[in-house]
T-cell receptor, first 112, second 113 residues
Framework: KAGVTQTPRYLIKTRGQQVTLSCSPISGHRSVSWYQQTPGQGLQFLFEYFSETQRNKGNFPGRFSGRQFSNSRSEMNVSTLELGDSALYLC???????????FGSGTRLTVV | GQNIDQPTEMTATEGAIVQINCTYQTSGFNGLFWYQQHAGEAPTFLSYNVLDGLEEKGRFSSFLSRSKGYSYLLLKELQMKDSASYLCAVRPMFSGGYNKLIFGAGTRLAVHP
């Protein structure tokens, strides 16, 4: 079966711009979580969506937002990009939560 | 607060056994996960422990002691392809949602011939 699909794989943006990343979970998975991964901070939780509702949010500024659609696909948006937003953004989907996430390959965002 | 500690780097020899430790302090506890991440790739799920004891899955085993806030991942019969980062992650009990994991910084394992 198809895995978690994230698009685009790579992205270069300029400071001050905004960006939207997309994630399609495994078919049947209703929980989608987003993480930011940087060399210095490791994997940090951004937010989780379940059935179009944000269930949980990490400690990130309001510039980071997301949503989930009725087909469970999710998008995250970062506005007013800063250099420090350069990172690998990983999306993960889960069926029940006890089986662990399945991660997508990520979107590598570079802010210049 | 929430804190997860694991060694930054480890090296081992092909065919040997290596144990990667993880200690944690979190607000409640609702399970511990281990993930493997090869350079430039997504993390892949290895194991999940919620009760004390050892979970064995092929060459990989994971152990948990909730009273000690301690876990380890044991890799046997090491292969070169096991060179990767190993991430310990804890799901806090009162996370306000079911699928929030707190990750450690990861242990970079290098397997040498």
């Amino acid at each position: 079966k198809a895995g978690v699909t994230q698009t685009p794989r790579y992205l270069i943006k300029t400071r001050g711009q905004q960006v939207t990343l997309s994630c399609s979970p495994i078919s049947g998975h209703r929980s989608v979580s987003w993480y930011q991964q940087t060399p210095g901070q490791g994997l940090q939780f951004l937010f989780e969506y379940f059935s179009e509702t944000q269930r949980n949010k990490g400690n990130f500024p309001g510039r980071f937002s997301g949503r989930q659609f009725s087909n469970s696909r999710s998008e995250m948006n970062v506005s007013t990009l800063e250099l420090g937003d350069s990172a690998l953004y990983l999306c993960a989907s889960s069926l029940a939560g006890t089986d662990g996430y399945t991660f997508g390959s990520g979107t590598r965002l570079t802010v210049v | 607060g929430q804190n997860i500690d694991q060694p930054t780097e480890m090296t081992a020899t092909e065919g040997a056994i290596v144990q990667i430790n993880c200690t944690y302090q979190t607000s409640g506890f609702n399970g511990l996960f281990w993930y493997q991440q090869h350079a430039g790739e997504a993390p892949t799920f290895l194991s999940y422990n919620v009760l004390d004891g050892l979970e064995e899955k092929g060459r990989f085993s994971s152990f948990l002691s909730r009273s000690k806030g301690y876990s380890y991942l044991l890799l046997k019969e090491l292969q070169m392809k096991d060179s990767a980062s190993y991430l310990c992650a804890v799901r806090p009990m009162f996370s306000g949602g079911y699928n929030k994991l707190i990750f450690g910084a990861g242990t970079r394992l290098a397997v040498h011939p």
